[in-house]
């Protein structure tokens, strides 16, 4: 696997875009329809017998030349695992194997799992997908009066509310605000989507949706979650909370994202406890394999109902549609996303942390049919999900693997990649010197991203943000702006006085939020 990528898109993609259980923005390669003259399934049973095999093979070649330390991958099908399976280690330093009970990471399945306990209050009446959130919360808060008035579960649910894309994911990541915190902070981020006409992957707004529910039921998501979907579909070593992961006794460990090929130690864990509805559920191919029948089985497992089946059905289907052509669709359903190919459904969610994890869930409505897939590593395992996903649905419709996915994939992953570069900030032909760095130096606040400081520490300019008490450093580019150190992205402030009035970050400056700070104290 030969993934080209810098060292600053390194920084700034484990820093921002990826770090919270974002995954729509990282590419999984279409699937290709069936072919003409598909041999038709008259036998089930036998089909499996050949297919399974050949699946397995498949699976051994892709994790082999994958450079992924562990994975796990189970196939269910008319409420039967058909194909459970580990690979690799937990940890390249013990080089301790991955088991059927190994916990990983989910990162943004856990969205799909938010999705599917709404679904079960649906189903008892206790909560309508068109429910107002501030119906249940009337201390919610959006800029716009009319969207906070107006915005459902279903809305946020599939990402149609106009909330930016990610937005907030920077207030956790870098500003290490609480959820609370955040919440707080929602009224002040700009809605440049259209109000349900609009689609942008949310975090946050799953999480709003998932603490929401929370509030109706009275009691935490995470032991909400618990009581409603984990235990009764058996679940018992899948949780919402992040010290529950770490605690395991047995869980991998994550292989982020390297400047270098090759792998080194392993990476923090993404801890995903502000945003769990959206990120924070870790589990086990055996527990995840009980979690594919539920969705594959209409919600009904080992004889229990868990899940009304017309409101999971609804939760997997298209609520905003994405793309449409004459042979297919792409949408997104309630904590899914959703596709018709060729005439059959697909519902599917991927999950990544740029720390170490990457998974999938693919679920065949129509066959009763389910496939998840669990890696250690970013970005080598999100190739790996989606090429196994890719594979069985080649394989199962058409009886043959009729392309090299593991390459589409690792082109696609690339291709993304590529095009998050940002230009370089070409230095100035005479660049006039900057002031005594005293004058930049003080406090500077908004109302959305609230304050940095800027102190001089060993001749150089040091930016701390929020409540981080990690700072990175500017450096003098052209007068009275500077550059970051690492990213090298612009950074102005206003002169002004005794002191520089206000200050611009280009890396603040997004869509819904400004760069833009003033000056608050010395």
Same mark, same amino acid.
């Given at each position: 696997?030969?993934i080209?990528?810098?060292?600053v898109?390194?920084?700034?993609?484990?820093?921002a875009?990826?770090?919270?259980?974002?995954?729509?923005q990282v590419?999984?390669?279409?699937?290709a329809?069936?072919t003409?003259g598909?041999v038709a399934?008259?036998?089930?049973a036998?089909?499996l017998?050949?297919?399974?095999?050949?699946?397995d093979a498949y699976a051994?070649?892709t994790?082999?030349q994958?450079?992924?330390?562990g994975?796990?991958?189970?196939?269910?099908?008319d409420?039967k695992v058909?194909?459970?399976?580990?690979?690799? *280690?937990?940890n $390249?330093t013990?080089? =301790?194997? #991955? /088991?059927?009970?190994?916990?990983?990471?989910?990162a943004? !399945?856990?969205k799909s *799992?938010t999705g $599917?306990?709404?679904a =079960?209050? #649906? /189903?008892?009446?206790?909560?309508?997908?068109?429910?107002t !959130?501030?119906s249940?919360?009337p201390?919610?808060?959006?800029?716009?009066?009319?969207?906070?008035?107006?915005?459902?579960f279903?809305d946020?649910?599939?990402?149609r509310?106009?909330l930016?894309?990610?937005?907030?994911?920077?207030?956790?990541n870098e500003?290490k605000?609480?959820?609370?915190?955040i919440l707080?902070h929602l009224?002040?981020?700009?809605l440049?989507?259209?109000f349900?006409?609009?689609?942008a992957?949310?975090?946050i707004?799953i999480t709003?949706?998932?603490?929401t529910?929370?509030?109706k039921?009275k009691?935490?998501?995470?032991d909400?979650v618990a009581e409603r979907i984990?235990?009764p579909?058996g679940m018992?070593n899948t949780?919402?909370r992040?010290?529950?992961?770490?605690?395991s006794?047995?869980?991998v460990?994550?292989?982020?994202?390297?400047?270098?090929?090759g792998?080194?130690a392993?990476?923090?864990?993404m801890?995903?406890?502000i945003?769990?509805?959206?990120?924070?559920v870790s589990?086990t191919?055996?527990?995840?394999?009980?979690?594919a029948?539920?969705?594959?089985?209409?919600?009904f497992?080992d004889g229990?109902?868990v899940v009304?089946a017309s409101a999971?059905?609804?939760?997997h289907s298209?609520q905003?549609i994405?793309s449409?052509?004459?042979?297919?669709?792409?949408?997104?359903?309630?904590?899914?996303?959703?596709?018709?190919?060729?005439?059959?459904s697909?519902?599917?969610?991927d999950?990544v942390?740029?720390?170490?994890?990457a998974?999938?869930?693919?679920?065949w409505?129509e066959?009763?049919?389910a496939?998840v897939?669990?890696?250690?590593?970013?970005p080598?395992?999100?190739?790996?999900t989606?090429?196994l996903?890719?594979a069985?649905n080649d394989?199962y419709y058409?009886?043959r693997?009729s392309k090299?996915w593991?390459?589409?994939a690792q082109?696609s992953?690339?291709?993304w990649?590529d095009s998050q570069?940002?230009?370089?900030?070409?230095?100035?032909?005479n660049?006039?010197?900057?002031?005594d760095?005293?004058?930049?130096?003080?406090?500077y606040?908004?109302d959305?991203?609230?304050?940095?400081?800027v102190?001089e520490?060993?001749?150089?300019?040091q930016v701390y943000?929020g409540?981080?008490t990690t700072?990175f450093?500017?450096v003098?580019?052209?007068g009275?702006?500077f550059?970051?150190?690492?990213?090298?992205?612009?950074?102005k402030?206003?002169?002004?006085g005794a002191?520089?009035?206000g200050v611009w970050f280009t890396?603040y400056?997004?869509p819904?939020?400004?760069?833009?700070?003033v000056?608050?104290s010395?």
């Open positions: 696997m030969a080209r990528v810098s060292y898109l390194v920084v700034l993609v484990c820093a875009v990826l770090a919270a259980g974002c995954t729509q590419p999984v390669p279409s699937q329809p069936a003409t598909t399934k008259t036998s089930p036998a089909d017998t050949t297919l399974v095999p050949l699946f051994e070649k994790f082999n994958s450079n992924v330390p994975m796990a991958v189970a196939i269910v099908r409420d058909v194909y459970l399976r580990t690979f690799g *280690v937990k $390249t013990t080089k =301790e194997p #991955v /088991g059927p009970d190994t916990r990983f990471q989910l943004s !399945i856990s *799992v $599917t306990m709404i =079960e209050m #649906v /189903g008892k009446g206790e909560l309508s997908w068109d429910d !959130i501030v249940v919360d201390g919610f808060a959006l800029s716009d009066p009319y969207v906070t008035q107006h915005v459902t279903r946020l649910l599939s990402h509310s106009g930016p894309e990610y937005g907030s994911d920077e207030l956790q500003l605000y609480s959820r609370q915190e707080n009224r002040y981020i700009g440049p989507g259209s349900r006409a609009s689609y992957y949310s975090n707004g709003v949706a998932g603490l529910a929370a509030m039921a009691k935490p998501f995470e909400l984990f235990v579909a018992h949780s919402a992040f010290a529950d992961f770490t605690g006794p047995d869980h460990e994550s292989y982020p994202m390297q400047e270098q090929e792998r080194s392993a990476g923090p864990f801890d995903d406890d945003n769990a509805p959206a990120g924070g589990s191919i055996n527990d995840m394999a009980r979690y029948r539920l969705q594959a089985n209409g919600g497992i229990k109902q009304n999971l059905r609804e939760s298209p905003y994405k449409y052509s004459g042979t297919g669709m792409t949408g997104s359903g309630m904590g899914w996303n959703t596709f018709l190919d060729g005439g059959r697909r519902i599917e969610k999950g942390f740029s720390q170490g994890t998974t999938i869930i693919t679920v409505p066959e009763k049919m496939l897939v669990l890696t250690n590593s970013f080598e395992g999100n190739i790996v989606g090429s996903s890719n069985w394989l058409n009886g693997v090299d593991y390459d589409e082109k992953l690339q291709g990649f570069s940002r230009e370089t900030v070409q230095k100035p032909v660049p006039q010197p900057a002031r760095l005293n004058y930049y130096a003080g406090s606040r908004q959305y991203y609230g304050t940095v400081r102190v520490e060993s001749g150089k300019l943000a409540h981080s700072p450093a500017l003098p580019h052209d009275d702006t550059r970051e150190e690492i990213a090298e992205v612009l950074v402030f206003n002169a002004g002191n520089a009035t890396r400056d997004a819904g939020r400004s760069g833009a700070f000056r608050v010395p």
